[in-house]
């Protein structure tokens, strides 16, 4: 019985330590979790149209980046 009672007292030792004693993470707002949505193609003929799609493309990838991006630093603090 001795090797039982020493073997669950080393498992709680290493079980004690698995705790996670850092910092509680930050509350993230709802706001940072949605990110703008693709634009749908509007069908056009010319160069503008296409160039109106390609930059609606890049502010929804620029809204996403930034809310991402504000997430990563209240997850990782410092860094």
Do not use: F, N
Not at 1 to 29: D, N, R, V, Y
Not at 43 to 50: A, E, I, K, S
């Amino acid at each position: 019985m001795k090797p039982i009672l020493a073997a669950a007292a080393l498992l709680a030792l290493c079980l004690g330590g698995c705790q996670h004693t850092g910092a509680p993470l930050a509350e993230i707002p709802d706001e940072l979790l949605t990110c703008q949505g693709a634009p749908a193609w509007k069908r056009g003929d010319t160069q503008r149209d296409v160039a109106s799609h390609i930059v609606d493309w890049r502010a929804a990838h620029a809204d996403c980046r930034g809310k991402l991006g504000e997430v990563r630093a209240m997850a990782r603090p410092g860094s």
